[in-house]
């Protein structure tokens, strides 16, 4: 058992890492290393390395992976998209149920109780499918809502529907089932919204009231979202998948203070049970079950990507104010994840012992259309997203915290050379002379909930917290650092670091940026005295050497754009200039162009 869980653990982080490193969807890489350490080399048996537990601890891990997703539902996206979201999880649903449920009969040749079945279970889109591709395509904020509120509210949706079907083919001939159908429907919710909605406000209101201290509150968070999938199971079995989503949802939208940090947290160890979870389910394949699949299957796999799919998104999506082109990519994308592969094993066994010989078809048939959808989705969402315009407003946008004479300026320099560049100020009046030069501002307080919200703020990919006050200037980084990364975040330099150790710590604020030691005050002087900010190419005939040699010692270097690529603001880690390389300086009035060979930008009127 120890070498299988070694194995899946660090092959499953491997495959992120590659995922990350050559922007390759995560879920195929891990679907491939499954397959590879499972049925191709026998390297692990998970049914053999954790027996019957393997059941238990995929369901527990599903129910965290759920939860972490309804913490992502905030109601603020939900006013954008909930007519169509609305349609998605309600009709959408009975509609892919009823044409995949005809597909699975009429085209798998599957017998109408497990065709059923099967249409239930492949109603599920699935989070721990949807998220790791959303990180990836860059979709527009609108459209990935639409995907993510669809996979995370369908998930616990399909289980409960499926369980109901399930409970109809074993009980059909012991009395009313369908009397039993509706209400064990009925307990399911009413379960959920006590014990879900219930345990979520009180642990939100054991929080604001300090009855939990800071480091208790992660772990407390886990072990209820435990107890309430148990507790939940008990009174009306499968319905723990949907207390404990419900459970999310309650606690992502209530506003708790250690919401960012807890949420965080639930990320990282989402990401590490996703990734044990695919390549345990992928390696649990057998070779008999493989061998089992025949071409009825296969084109019942098809139907379901290319008929009932985009036909029951179109059917719901009617007079709605969905566009033709997120109809269109909705269609298209609904990969099926860990819940749909963990509810074909879990129901399977029974049904093949209750009479059921269909059923020896479920699991190979649901992974069959696992693999389909991960490796046509997971490679065609990027491409297909530019080709329909929905991807994000540009490719990677510089944001400049605070307006000032001297951010501006440079703001102004750096869309000059065709960067995107967005100001950010709480004062209406300083963002004034931004806009007059064109360039994009944004007012309103960068560490506010509207921020969030805020479309012009999607898809930064660096941060400068350029105001008079370094404590906020480390407030805005450590605010943006988790979500694009610590090596992108920058701040001015603070001249009170080295001589007083009560400041803001390293670890704790910005990378300091910029050549020199240069404070934000002295900038601002310098450019009251006349100073500007100038552009300079490095060629193979005009190298760093001679830049250098030419600048002046005073001078200080803000930036590098590398040719094709995204600015690096200078710090004490900045790589050797590059031929093609742009280097953004900041000039003393008396450096003329033919000194220094730099091209001017325009400075402020006045």
């Given at each position: ?6 194995s899946i653990?660090?092959?499953?982080i491997?495959c992120?890492w ?17 397959l590879l350490?499972?049925p191709?080399t ?14 238990a601890?995929?369901s527990?891990?599903v ?10 539902l905030?109601f603020?996206e939900?006013?954008?998209t ?14 892919a149920w009823?044409?995949?449920?005809a ?34 395509a ?6 990935a ?6 996979g995370?509210i ?10 109901l ?24 919710l009413?379960?959920s919204?006590i ?7 009180g ?5 604001r ?6 480091y208790?509150?992660?772990?407390s968070?886990?072990a209820?979202?435990?107890a309430?999938?148990?507790?939940s199971?008990l009174v009306?079995?499968?319905?723990g998948?949907?207390?404990?989503t419900?459970?999310?949802i309650?606690?992502?939208?209530m ?23 695919f390549?345990?389910?992928?390696a649990?394949?057998?070779?008999a079950?493989i ?14 990507v ?5 036909l029951?998104?179109f ?22 994840g ?21 059923a020896?078809y479920l699991?190979?048939?649901v ?20 080709l329909l ?6 490719k990677?946008?510089i944001l400049i915290?605070?307006?000032?004479p001297?951010t501006?300026?440079l ?7 065709n ?16 806009r007059?030069?064109g ?9 506010s ?5 805020a ?12 105001t008079?006050?370094n404590h906020?200037?480390?407030m805005?980084?450590n605010?943006?650092a988790?979500h694009?990364?610590r090596?992108?975040v ?9 001589r007083?150790?009560?400041?803001v710590?390293?670890t ?12 934000f005050?002295?900038?601002?002087t310098?450019?009251i005295r006349?100073?500007?900010i ?6 193979e005939?005009y190298s ?8 002046p ?13 995204k ?9 050797k200039?590059q031929s093609g ?9 008396e ?10 930008t ?5």
């Amino acid at each position: 058992m120890t070498h299988a869980l070694v194995s899946i653990l660090v092959a499953g982080i491997f495959c992120q890492w590659l995922a990350w490193r050559f922007r390759l969807p995560a879920i195929v890489l891990l679907a491939a290393c499954g397959l590879l350490l499972g049925p191709i080399t026998g390297w692990i048996q998970p049914a053999e390395d954790f027996g019957d537990g393997l059941t238990a601890v995929t369901s527990l891990f599903v129910a965290i992976i759920l939860f972490e997703g309804g913490l992502n539902l905030q109601f603020h996206e939900l006013r954008e998209t909930a007519q169509v979201t609305r349609r998605l999880t309600s009709i959408g649903v009975l509609l892919a149920w009823g044409i995949g449920t005809a597909a699975a009969h009429f085209i798998g040749g599957l017998g109408w109780g497990v065709s059923a079945l099967i249409g239930a279970i492949l109603v599920v889109t699935g989070p721990t499918v949807i998220m790791p591709l959303l990180k990836h395509a860059k979709l527009n904020r609108r459209t990935a809502s639409y995907l993510k509120w669809e996979g995370i509210i369908n998930d616990p949706i399909g289980v409960l529907l499926a369980v109901l079907v399930y409970q109809y083919l074993l009980y059909s001939g012991e009395g009313p089932a369908i009397q039993s159908i509706f209400a064990s429907l009925g307990l399911a919710l009413a379960t959920s919204a006590i014990l879900g909605g219930g345990i979520a406000y009180g642990l939100g209101y054991c929080f604001r009231k300090g009855w939990i201290p800071e480091y208790l509150k992660a772990p407390s968070i886990i072990a209820c979202v435990l107890a309430v999938y148990a507790l939940s199971d008990l009174v009306q079995h499968e319905s723990g998948l949907l207390a404990t989503t419900l459970m999310g949802i309650v606690m992502g939208n209530m506003g708790l203070r250690s919401l960012d940090e807890m949420r965080r947290f639930k990320e990282y160890i989402t990401l590490i049970l996703v990734s044990f979870l695919f390549v345990v389910l992928t390696a649990s394949l057998t070779k008999a079950s493989i061998q089992s699949i025949h071409w009825e299957l296969v084109a019942m796999v098809l139907s379901f990507v290319f008929i009932v799919r985009p036909l029951a998104v179109f059917l719901a999506t009617i007079r709605t104010d969905c566009s033709w082109q997120d109809r269109v990519l909705i269609a298209w994308i609904a990969p099926r994840g860990v819940v749909a592969a963990a509810s074909a094993g879990a129901f399977a066994p029974a049904l093949i012992d209750a009479g059921f010989e269909d059923a020896q078809y479920l699991v190979p048939a649901v992974f069959m259309l696992i693999f389909a959808t991960i490796l046509a989705h997971g490679f065609s969402l990027g491409p297909l997203t530019k080709l329909l315009k929905l991807g994000s407003p540009s490719k990677g946008r510089i944001l400049i915290v605070g307006a000032s004479p001297w951010t501006i300026e440079l703001a102004s320099a750096l869309k000059k050379i065709n960067q995107e560049v967005v100001i950010a100020d709480t004062e209406w009046g300083r963002l004034q002379t931004a806009r007059q030069q064109g360039v994009d501002t944004w007012f309103g307080e960068v560490l506010s909930d509207m921020a969030d919200e805020a479309m012009v703020l999607d898809n930064i990919y660096t941060v400068l917290a350029a105001t008079g006050n370094n404590h906020y200037n480390s407030m805005v980084c450590n605010h943006f650092a988790p979500h694009i990364g610590r090596h992108r975040v920058f701040q001015p330099y603070d001249s009170g670091y080295e001589r007083n150790k009560r400041v803001v710590s390293e670890t704790r604020r910005g990378i300091t940026a910029f050549s020199g030691n240069t404070t934000f005050a002295e900038l601002w002087t310098r450019m009251i005295r006349g100073w500007t900010i100038r552009k300079t190419v490095i060629t193979e005939t005009y190298s760093e050497k001679d830049f250098l040699a030419k600048l002046p010692e005073d001078a200080v270097r803000l930036a590098i754009i590398p040719e094709n690529g995204k600015l690096e603001w200078h710090n004490q880690k900045t790589r050797k200039l590059q031929s093609g390389d742009t280097v953004i300086s900041f000039v003393p009035p008396e450096v003329r162009e033919s000194e220094v060979e730099l091209e001017p930008t325009p400075t402020l009127p006045g």
